[in-house]
């Protein structure tokens, strides 16, 4: 059975890593977004790695050596002293997550506890997460996943608490 895993690539080697990983036939996604770069003569939009040093190939078990194998590669990230595997509704979540948030800059941070959320609606509604900050009209909500979230700033019409909501 293949699953999601996450592997732990040189540095700004990402994109290569991901496309050598798609030459060798694995299915892989390494996470980028559109960011518009200013050089001292043009404005250029440039494909940017939304998580650094990250990048998510789907593998059996028995392949992972040979991923491993693949220049740029160094290891995979371990989660409880094990491999880190991603469902298949976190990556789809994560894909759809960076689909509708295009113009928005994503921040990748550790995980901080907070108040527990469910969004009702918007391009993360059914999803839960921690709240890390609220002003009048959003807060800023963690969504968990391998040790680091990914914030995205809800309106808080869209958000509720969680029937078992902890705060800390």
Same mark, same amino acid.
């Given at each position: 059975?293949?699953?999601?895993?996450? %592997?732990?690539?040189? &540095?700004?080697?990402?994109?290569?890593?991901?496309?050598?990983?798609?030459? $060798?036939?694995? /299915?892989?996604?390494?996470?980028?977004?559109?960011?518009?770069?200013?050089w001292?003569?043009?404005?250029?939009?440039? !494909?940017?790695?939304? %998580? &650094?040093?990250?990048?998510?190939v789907?593998c059996?078990?028995?392949?992972?050596?040979?991923?491993? @194998?693949t220049?740029?590669?160094?290891?995979?990230?371990?989660?409880?002293?094990?491999?880190?595997? =991603?469902? !298949? /509704?976190?990556?789809?979540?994560? @894909?759809?997550?960076? !689909?509708?948030?295009?113009?928005?800059? %994503? $921040?990748?941070?550790?995980?901080? &506890?907070?108040?527990?959320? /469910? %969004?009702?609606?918007?391009?993360?509604?059914?999803?839960?997460? #921690?709240?890390?900050?609220?002003?009048?009209?959003?807060?800023? =909500?963690?969504? /968990?996943?391998?040790?680091?979230?990914?914030?995205?700033?809800? #309106?808080?019409?869209?958000?509720?608490?969680?029937?078992?909501?902890?705060?800390?």
């Amino acid at each position: 059975m293949k699953n999601w895993y996450v %592997i732990y690539t040189k &540095p700004r080697s990402e994109k290569k890593t991901a496309e050598l990983l798609e030459r $060798e036939g694995f /299915e892989v996604y390494c996470p980028v977004q559109k960011q518009l770069r200013q050089w001292s003569d043009r404005k250029k939009w440039v !494909d940017m790695v939304v %998580i &650094p040093s990250y990048v998510f190939v789907k593998c059996e078990e028995k392949a992972r050596h040979q991923v491993l @194998q693949t220049p740029g590669a160094m290891n995979f990230v371990y989660w409880l002293k094990k491999p880190a595997v =991603v469902r !298949d /509704e976190e990556m789809i979540a994560l @894909q759809h997550f960076l !689909d509708n948030h295009h113009e928005d800059k %994503i $921040e990748v941070v550790s995980i901080r &506890p907070g108040m527990t959320i /469910e %969004i009702e609606s918007g391009a993360l509604g059914g999803k839960s997460g #921690k709240v890390v900050s609220v002003n009048k009209k959003q807060a800023r =909500v963690e969504i /968990e996943g391998l040790g680091i979230a990914l914030i995205a700033n809800v #309106k808080r019409s869209n958000i509720r608490p969680s029937k078992t909501s902890t705060t800390e």
